[in-house]
């Protein structure tokens, strides 16, 4: 089949059983969306890989799909759907409204003994049920751990998973996972059991949850790794004896010496005012056939009660599968048991909002990520960075067995990124572009090591997924992203983004030059105080908001600049469309405080925001103003998006103050943490 058609009809697949929505999160190659089943009206999480930024990744994403297909518990986030175009890779999951485990531990500084067992007992009872499928996670961390709408802990990210042969008392060799989690043997490059690295690192979160912050970490990669290679850190004086006892245990340098899973069920400091040990065996084992969704199905389908149990029986992770299972998790919510009938997929499909957000264009996804998108709040397909080698060969910076191995403190010196903090590059880079380049060097020593060590991946399967086409370095460097001076570029940064005509335009080029020199010509006009009303030259022909950009950029620090920003704000209202100009005049969001919302002591909000606007160029954030929502960027070397994220200010009820919503889009959680934590506080709100 032609590559085109196989591209539209994935794209189709998506779009006909799915409503796409907005940017929820962000990993290393993957952009997370909010959707909706349009059959049981489930919300859903999207997470859109592009085949061609994944690279020698894709490989990893195979690990994942297959690992997530094998594994079912109320405590690993569940698998719906994968969808396959020849650029694309589209995995439905479980949604998880809470957010990351990490961003509600600093959010409250640190959770209390008592709730950090809830959520420890949890991560054990998914860990214990994880091995006894016979993997080892390998990247825990408290940003792969969601909240979902129960306050309910749920597991992702198992791209760097394994499944040894052997089941899991057989050594690995890879070297994976985040830095300042990963145990002494792994860093050393020592052969190493999964279970046991994953018990060290269980302890890190352990750590991090009692404690809110992290028990070995350092900016400097070298020091890092001698700090965890020793195994000493600090116990807080609000740590009890049983904490400090259990962390001990956990944290042993000697993986044999180091507390197992199983022994973790029981453990007096787990089972501590629940007296009983953790349940950890499925409570929705794979494969279970339930009779209410088969019927409903089977009248949906108009097939017999048998064909469509045989149907679900096939288990291809298609949109049989994502029906069936999110009806079955509909009704162990106590929701009915009910689909919309059939053709109100076409109904749809084929109503005025659908087509208006889903045309023909927008569905298809070779170039623009952010075609696909119905909802207001994405930051644009820059978050998948265009060409991924140019940074992974940049940020390669470790040994061939481990990370201590072989490092110099020449290549130690590579490791430290000069950007907004000076942190290894490790943490500044998204997870899986670190690893990556983990394996962009090891690659010559041991081809394909990651697969070798998964049972899972059978050679069968090896060609599910198909490759893209190979980039040039050409034409990586014609994609690559131009430096970070792209937001500063003084013939660029007077612009103002006429709303409709670049809007409508879904890819590419999207101005007309007779458009540009339209604008041109408005920005001729504008006076010198309207100069940050600015937006990326890049997202021009994307972006569907008018938007203010600010930059970074030196001369824009004097506080007069920030003085004009109401006035430019007018300025770009008048030729903002009717909603937008509503979003800005109507004032910030009222919410109710909750845990990502930072209170202030002031009551009036463009105050708070101008305080905001003026700190955030002194820590060379980049940001996008769109209403009371500021959309934050820092920039690493070589044009790398290091951190994304937004800041909301907004009103409260109770008390009435103003607050500022906070959330991590990309980046590594604990730089993100010192960032915001700066910003606020820098802000003297
Ligand atoms: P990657 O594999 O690229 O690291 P992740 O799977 O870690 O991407 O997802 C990136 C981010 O997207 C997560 O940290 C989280 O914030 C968000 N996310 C991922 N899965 C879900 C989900 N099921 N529900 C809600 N948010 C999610």
């Known amino acids: 089949m032609p590559v085109e058609r196989t591209e539209q009809r994935g794209a189709d697949e998506l779009h006909k059983y799915y409503e796409v929505h907005e940017t929820i999160g962000s990993g290393g190659f993957a952009k997370v969306k909010l959707g909706r089943h349009i059959l049981t009206g489930e919300k859903v999480a999207i997470k859109v890989m592009n085949k061609k930024d994944l690279g020698d990744d894709l490989p990893r994403v195979k690990v994942e799909i297959e690992a997530m297909k094998n594994l079912s ?20 999951l479980e949604y998880c409204p809470g957010g990351e485990l990490f961003d509600y531990i600093i959010a409250k500084d640190r959770l209390s003994e008592e709730e950090t067992r809830v959520f420890f007992r949890q991560i054990v009872s998914a860990m214990a049920y994880v091995h006894s499928q016979g993997y080892a996670h390998r990247d825990l961390k408290p940003e792969n751990l969601l909240i979902d709408e129960d306050h309910n802990l749920k597991l992702i990210d198992f791209g760097l998973c394994a499944k040894p042969k052997g089941g899991l008392g057989y050594e690995l060799m890879t070297c994976c996972g985040s830095p300042a989690y990963a145990a002494p043997e792994l860093i050393q490059g020592k052969a190493y059991i999964g279970s046991e690295a994953d018990v060290w690192s269980m302890g890190v979160l352990l750590y991090a949850l009692l404690c809110g912050y992290l028990p070995f970490d350092d900016d400097n990669c070298m020091a890092l790794f001698r700090k965890i290679a020793r195994g000493t850190y600090d116990n807080p004086h609000w740590l009890s004896p049983g904490s400090i006892l259990l962390l001990n245990q956990m944290m042993q340098v000697d993986p044999k010496r180091r507390l197992t899973v199983r022994q973790l069920l029981d453990h007096p400091w787990v089972m501590k005012d629940y007296n009983s040990p953790v349940e950890w065996y499925s409570k929705q084992p794979l494969g279970y056939i339930d009779e209410d969704c088969i019927t409903e199905m089977a009248v949906n389908m108009k097939r017999s009660r048998n064909s469509t149990t045989a149907l679900v029986n096939e288990w291809r992770y298609d949109h049989t599968s994502a029906t069936y299972l999110l009806l079955l998790s509909k009704k162990q919510r106590g929701k009915p048991v009910r689909l919309r009938p059939e053709p109100a997929v076409c109904e749809d499909l084929c109503s005025p909002l659908h087509q208006g957000l889903q045309t023909k264009e927008a569905l298809h996804f070779s170039e623009d990520e952010d075609a696909v998108i119905v909802g207001s709040l994405d930051f644009g397909s820059d978050y998948i960075d265009d060409c991924p080698w140019d940074s992974v060969t940049q ?3 470790v040994g061939v067995r481990g990370w201590l191995d072989g490092v110099s403190s020449n290549k130690d010196t590579r490791l ?27 690659r010559d020593h041991e081809q394909a090591s990651e697969n070798k060590e998964n049972l899972a991946v059978q050679e069968k399967d090896v060609d599910i997924f198909v490759l893209p086409h190979p980039r040039t370095p050409a034409s990586c460097k014609k994609d690559a992203r131009p430096n970070k001076n792209v937001l500063t570029t003084p013939n660029q940064n007077v612009k103002v983004h006429g709303s409709k005509a670049s809007a409508v335009t879904p890819k590419g080029g999207g101005s007309t030059s007779k458009e540009h020199s339209k604008k041109r010509a408005v920005e001729n006009k504008e006076p010198a105080n309207t100069e940050i009303l ?30 004009s920003l109401e006035r430019g704000l007018d300025k770009v209202i008048t030729m903002l469309t009717p909603s937008k100009r509503r979003a800005l005049r109507d004032g910030p969001r009222k919410i109710k405080a909750q845990y990502n919302v930072t209170l202030t002591s002031q009551t009036n909000p463009d105050q708070v925001l101008n305080q905001i606007l003026s700190i955030l160029p002194e820590k060379s954030v980049d940001f996008t103003l769109k209403g009371y929502t500021l959309k934050c960027r820092t920039w690493g070397d070589f044009g790398k998006v290091t951190l994304a994220f937004e800041l909301e200010v907004c009103l409260l009820q109770r008390p009435e103050v103003v607050g500022v919503r906070r959330k991590r889009l990309k980046g590594d959680a604990w730089v993100y943490k010192h960032l915001v934590e700066d910003i606020l506080s820098t802000s003297s709100l």
Do not use: W
């Open 73 to 92: 518990h109320q405590h690993v986030c569940r698998l719906y759907q994968v969808i396959e175009t020849s650029t694309h890779i589209f995995m439905v």
């Open 395 to 397: 940020h390669t910076p």
């Open 534 to 563: 600015a937006f990326s030259p890049e997202r021009r022909s994307r972006s569907l908001d008018m938007a203010v950009t600010g930059d970074s950029g030196k001369k824009k620090r004097s506080g007069k600049m920030f003085g």
């Open 416 to 442: 430290v990124s000069p950007s907004v903090q000076n942190r290894c590059a490790y943490s500044q880079t998204p997870e899986r572009g670190r690893t990556t380049s983990y394996h962009q060097e090891r």
